[in-house]
């Protein structure tokens, strides 16, 4: 038992719409605020100009990601953005070992309605801190997830 919590906010903000996250080209991009990667940012501003790219409502939202190397979870705003080269999704990379983050598709409130994504259970995860698999979420409330270890 080493203590490990986080919370995670999941979901959709009021100022999540559509039009303002479309907004590429504003002097202070709400989409860059949002995935704080200039990296992202470019990349979903070039499909958006030059590949009649859309992020659609429904399709964006934060939510959890973890470490596919050192298994620390992250809170991260996804979304899918459709045009015409396809679907482009953002990648993530861990802050403490430079590892790819890996999205779980977790409790959407308002993400992707057609598909299939199974929510996923934390406690299918190790604890990023000791490796014991003893996470639990106590719970959603008002879209924050708080993580943590339980007694037993
Ligand atoms: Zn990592
Ligand atoms: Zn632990």
């Known amino acids: 038992m080493c203590g490990y919590s986080k919370n995670i906010n999941i979901g959709i903000g009021m100022m999540y719409s559509p039009e303002r996250i479309n907004s590429v080209n504003d002097e202070d991009p709400f989409l860059l605020q949002l995935v704080r990667s200039k990296k992202i940012f470019n990349k979903a501003k070039e499909l958006i100009n030059k590949q009649h790219g859309e992020i659609k409502w429904c399709h964006y939202g934060e ?28 990648e993530y990379k861990c802050w403490r070992c430079k590892g790819s983050l890996e999205v779980l598709h977790i409790e959407e409130p308002c993400m992707s309605p057609e598909s299939d994504h199974e929510g996923a259970a934390i406690s299918k995860y190790p604890c990023p801190k000791c490796g014991k698999y003893t996470l639990t979420n106590s719970g959603l409330s008002n879209g924050i997830i708080p993580m943590i270890e339980r007694w037993d």
């Open 63 to 90: 939510t959890l990601y973890m470490c596919i190397k050192c298994n620390e979870f992250y809170q991260r705003f996804y979304f899918e953005l459709y045009s015409e080269v396809g679907k482009y999704e953002p």
